[in-house]
């Protein structure tokens, strides 16, 4: 309740001494107003519940919500039944003294549902066993069995109980319920035989004929159809759509069951039942003398049977009336009206004794097995009907206010005298209230000799209401009754002022309905009945009981006052229902109903007397605690006593003296607008202190995170780190394994293969293979190769000539025609001159050109003269003159057969090649050389001795073209040849540091050969050859490689 005390504004307050104008009942209707629209429908009033019936179900009775309410505090929680039950339930265990739940209000107001719900709570939250469950299970399956005996359809409430109802809990000292007793009271017998319109009778019957096997119903003589038994139709409304008998039924015979019924009990009970219907339709016929006769022989039968009684005792006893007068006992005949009033009255006392019976039996059957055995505790359910004020008010109207008349008087006293306990307690000064004491009233009606009760029970059975002159008399006289009261009652009415409103009875029925009068003779024939439950509802001994038996309204008071008895040995706690509409609809708050209700519930004077004084009061503790946070010197710890710290606390507050009171153990508030203040105030304080905890809260929360983030972060590095020295580990270990083997390895590397040498050995293959991979040549000039280890020699040897076949391979696949010519001359070349001649080495670099004259150089009479010869050569040489030496200038032409001397454009000689014998030069580095012709012909001249700046290259073309390659001689110091006519010249060589040619005294040519080397002129190679990636240094290198080892290959390609 603390919690909500902030939303008193939009749902009102949930305590209705909070309310600031507390007198004003449109306030307290405002209020209940406010909280049903918004589905509350539980209200305090100090610790009284009021309830609205919502007329819709509400999430609010789940088994989540039980357990909310168990075992809190009272106002911790929003108001509900359940607190109330709880409440109770703890005040029984802890303080051992019974308890009770005052339930009342108006019919379908939702007192009975409320027992049923209180009822529910205790067998959901109470300690259970094997033994507690069966008590449980048979106190809730006891309600079905007495709604269907006692409850019917009214216009009010379709469920509507027709009986008052008190049940006791027993609660064992574990506080386990092991027992329960009911009291019943004033069942509406008449209901049996006669229903208003738009009611019916008892559920059961209906029920019964509903639901009712076949041959259930053949056996009781019974047909489906309702509209058969004029009891079941007075009412015109023999089915609801909103009542499904059929199902009900089978819940009603299963709770049978649960509660101990056998069969034979179903059965008794059922023919009862069905007896009811029979005799509701025993009709009767006047003889001639007026007596009334029976004329439906076939009912008889059935009620015979059914009953267990002679057929025709029982017919002869319906239109009979017995009278003992004088020890002598007068039979007389009755008339029509007189036998259907005593066939009524029959069954009106044959239902409403069975019904007493089955309370009877259950209440064996809930019955506690072991009193004594263990102490119990009581806790009192009291679901009774509220006061009732209609148009025409009878003798049930006038119970019913009777009994409540008593039940405010109680709830008045043990209110006032709790509050009055609880200041006295407290030590605060008690000052006392004024409020209505219905005493008065109370007394009127229940006063020996003087009451009405009384005045009843002395007037004549016979009497009518005309001879009520008595209470007339009586009640003109009161002192509550003036002048006006008088004059506006009617002849057969009387007014009771009860302490909800002004009641006006009417006498008329009042008597018949008092003495509830059933014949002697029917009841002799009860008496005999073989029906076990007929025979225990009728004793014998009200046969033979001179005394005359207590009418209706004693047997009420008694029973009353045995009820307040057992009240007021308890502690009670009060729910008091409110119907909020007549419509049974749900969310319809009718205003002038609700007013009706409060006012004659007596609420308002309930909300007077609790407010008489304080409007709050709470432990010191509870107080302070809840508004500690207020006060620095409270907040956060009060060291000291509580009391001293809501000293402190309300002084901070500033209260003011007449605000509030301090008791022993509680503080006692006397405004609600000073709690308010100080709820409000605290809802300020919640705020900056919501965000403070919410700081430490996410600080706390972060740090947490961070601890946890730190511990993961440590997990992770350990692991990290043992991951990483556990591989650095591995590592080094390996390592110095592998060091290990190398070491022994190498030791042992010159022994054959073997286990220690066997790693050592592969790895320097590997490596050295690998190395070899990394490095090898590039070209067939890289004459690098890395060492190989011993063991590899032979293969590396291997490897080196694939890897240079390979290189030469490639290489050669490259080259073009042109190229490969040339590297023919140069291959033939270097056969004729390499190591022979001492010039041969500078004319390697230099390329062999096709030719060195171009055709324009040479005459065209030279070309004419040719024919069809074709140059494929052509140099300009030196010839040296046969006799004297002498040097001209001429050109040297090769064709495919022939070599010719030109000077000019005069072909000197020509010289085919199958005349040329030989060439002759020498090993020096001159270029002179000698073609030498055959001299038989002719017309040769002899050898020529010629020059050519371009030797070798001149030499190889004419050899090749000539194909006197193996004709070439390289002479050392001279040469020898034919100038003609058998005569020979000579050539001495000889080195120098200056080329000289010229002829010597001795008439032989000398020739001194300057250093080796081309003229400077001729340095650089033509390249009019277009070789696309032929450089100079390629083709040195080439040369010399050709010359070194592939001359062979090449030559093959
Ligand atoms: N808390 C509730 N939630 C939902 N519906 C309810 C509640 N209380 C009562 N009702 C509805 O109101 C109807 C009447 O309730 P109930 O039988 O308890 O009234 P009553 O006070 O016992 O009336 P009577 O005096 O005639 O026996 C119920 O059948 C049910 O439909
Ligand atoms: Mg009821």
Not at 157 to 167: A, H, L, P
Not at 404 to 420: A, D, G, V
């Amino acid at each position: 309740m603390e919690s909500a005390l902030t939303a008193r504004d939009r749902v009102g307050v949930q305590d209705f001494v909070l309310l600031e104008n507390f007198t004003s009942e449109a306030a307290f209707i405002e209020n209940l107003r406010k909280r049903f629209k918004e589905n509350l429908i539980y209200t305090y009033i100090g610790s009284v519940l009021v309830s609205v019936n919502p007329y819709k179900e509400l999430e609010i009775y789940s088994k989540q919500h039980m357990e909310r309410y168990r075992g809190v505090s009272f106002y911790e929680v929003s108001p509900h039944l359940y607190a109330i039950a709880d409440n109770s339930y703890r005040s029984l265990r802890t303080e051992r003294k019974d308890q009770c739940i005052l339930i009342s209000g108006e019919s379908g107001a939702g007192k009975t549902e409320a027992t049923k719900k209180i009822l529910q709570y205790y067998a959901v939250t109470c300690p259970a066993s094997d033994q507690v469950e069966m008590v449980k299970d048979r106190l809730l399956q006891s309600n079905p069995v007495l709604e269907a005996f006692g409850n019917a359809k009214t216009l009010r409430n379709d469920n509507s109980s027709r009986f008052g109802k008190y049940m006791d809990v027993q609660f064992d000292y574990r506080g386990a319920p092991v027992g329960g007793h009911i009291l019943n009271y004033l069942l509406e017998k008449s209901r049996v035989v006669h229903q208003n319109h738009g009611e019916r009778n008892f559920h059961i019957f209906y029920q019964l004929l509903d639901g009712g096997e076949e041959e259930l119903l053949r056996r009781l003589g019974l047909e489906k159809n309702p509209q058969q038994y004029p009891y079941l139709v007075k009412g015109h409304c023999a089915r609801v759509s909103s009542i499904n008998d059929k199902n009900d039924w089978k819940v009603v015979r299963k709770a049978l069951s649960i509660i101990n019924f056998n069969d034979n009990d179903v059965e008794d009970l059922l023919s009862i039942v069905a007896s009811v219907l029979h005799l509701g339709n025993v009709q009767f016929a006047a003889d001639e003398q007026g007596n009334a006769q029976v004329t439906t022989e076939n009912q008889i039968k059935y009620l015979a049977r059914l009953l267990g009684v002679e057929g025709s005792i029982l017919r002869e006893a319906l239109i009979h009336k017995k009278i003992i007068a004088k020890g002598e006992e007068l039979v007389s005949p009755l008339n029509l009206e007189q036998a259907a009033y005593a066939r009524d009255a029959l069954a009106k006392a044959v239902y409403g004794r069975t019904f007493s019976w089955l309370v009877n039996k259950i209440n064996k059957s809930l019955s506690y097995k072991f009193p004594g055995w263990r102490s119990t505790t009581v806790l009192g359910l009291l679901d009774i009907y509220g006061f009732e004020v209609f148009q025409h008010n009878s003798f049930e109207q006038f119970c019913i206010n009777y009994c409540n008349e008593k039940l405010q008087q109680l709830f008045i006293e043990l209110t006032l005298k709790s509050e009055q306990e609880e200041y006295e307690s407290e030590g605060i000064a008690w000052e006392p209230v004024q409020y209505f004491d219905n005493k008065i009233i109370c007394d009127l009606v229940e006063e020996k000799f003087k009451g009405i009760i009384s005045i009843l029970v002395r007037a004549l059975p016979k009497a009518n209401s005309v001879s009520l002159q008595s209470l007339d008399f009586f009640l003109h006289r009161h002192k509550l009754a003036d002048q006006k009261t008088r004059k506006s009652l009617g002849r057969e009415e009387f007014r009771l002022l009860h302490y909800a409103g002004e009641v006006t009875y009417s006498v008329s029925g009042f008597l018949d309905k008092n003495n509830d009068l059933l014949f002697r003779n029917l009841k002799e024939t009860m008496c005999n009945s073989e029906n076990p439950i007929v025979n225990q509802c009728f004793e014998r001994t009200e046969l033979t009981d001179k005394k005359r038996p207590e009418t209706a309204a004693t047997q009420f008071k008694n029973s009353l006052s045995k009820l307040m008895e057992i009240l007021m040995s308890k502690e009670p706690s009060y729910i008091r229902c409110i119907k909020p509409n007549d419509s049974k609809q749900a969310g319809k708050f009718v205003e002038v109903l609700i007013r009706h209700q409060v006012k004659y519930l007596g609420l308002m004077e309930n909300l007077r007397v609790r407010r008489a004084g304080f409007a709050y009061r709470r432990k010191y503790e509870v107080f302070l605690q809840r508004y500690k946070s207020l006060c620095p010197e409270t907040w956060p710890v009060w060291d000291g006593r509580p009391h001293d710290g809501v000293a402190v606390l309300v002084k901070y507050l500033g209260y003011k003296q007449e605000e509030y009171k301090m008791g022993r153990t509680k503080i006692f508030i006397r405004f609600p607008k000073t709690l308010f203040a100080t709820e409000d105030a605290l809802e300020i304080r919640k705020q900056s202190l919501a965000t403070k905890i919410q700081a430490a809260w996410r600080g706390f929360h972060q740090r947490q995170k961070f601890q946890h983030m730190k511990h993961s972060a440590i997990t992770i590095q350990s692991w990290w780190r043992g991951t990483l020295g556990r591989r650095k580990a591995a590592k080094k270990k390996w390592a110095v394994e592998t060091i290990r083997r190398f070491i022994k390895g190498f030791i042992y590397r010159n022994y054959p293969r073997c286990a220690e040498n066997e790693y050592f050995l592969d790895y320097i293959r590997y490596s050295f293979l690998m190395s070899l991979k990394r490095n090898l040549p590039r070209n067939v000039l890289d004459k690098s190769w890395p060492t190989p280890p011993p063991s590899l020699c032979e293969a590396s040897q291997l490897l080196r000539q694939l890897c240079m076949q390979n290189m030469v391979w490639r290489y050669c696949k490259r080259i073009n025609p042109e190229w490969k010519q040339q590297l023919d001359q140069k291959v033939i070349a270097s056969e004729i001159f390499k190591d022979k001649k001492d010039n041969y080495p500078q004319s390697v670099p230099r390329l062999f050109l096709d030719t060195r004259l171009v055709h324009e150089d040479i005459n065209a009479k030279v070309l004419q003269a040719l024919g069809s010869e074709t140059i494929k050569y052509a140099v300009p040489v030196i010839k040296y003159d046969r006799k004297g030496y002498k040097a001209r200038a001429r050109q040297l032409l090769l064709t495919q057969t022939a070599v010719f001397i030109v000077e000019e454009a005069k072909i000197k000689q020509r010289i085919d090649y199958a005349n040329l014998t030989g060439i002759s030069v020498s090993s020096l580095s001159d270029n002179l050389f000698v073609l030498h012709v055959h001299c038989e012909d002719n017309k040769q001249k002899g050898d020529v001795v010629l020059q050519s700046d371009h030797a070798i290259e001149t030499l190889t073309k004419m050899a090749m073209s000539a194909d006197k390659v193996d004709n070439v001689n390289i002479n050392q110091g001279s040469i020898k040849f034919t100038v003609g006519q058998g005569k020979e010249g000579i050539i001495d060589f000889t080195s120098g540091s200056e080329l000289l040619i010229a002829k010597a005294k001795n008439g032989h040519l000398t020739v001194v050969s300057g250093p080796s080397g081309f003229p400077p002129h001729l340095c650089s190679p033509s390249s009019h050859l277009q070789a696309q990636d032929c450089s100079v240094s390629c083709v040195t290198a080439l040369s010399s490689w050709i010359q070194n080892s592939y001359i062979t290959f090449i030559g093959s390609i």
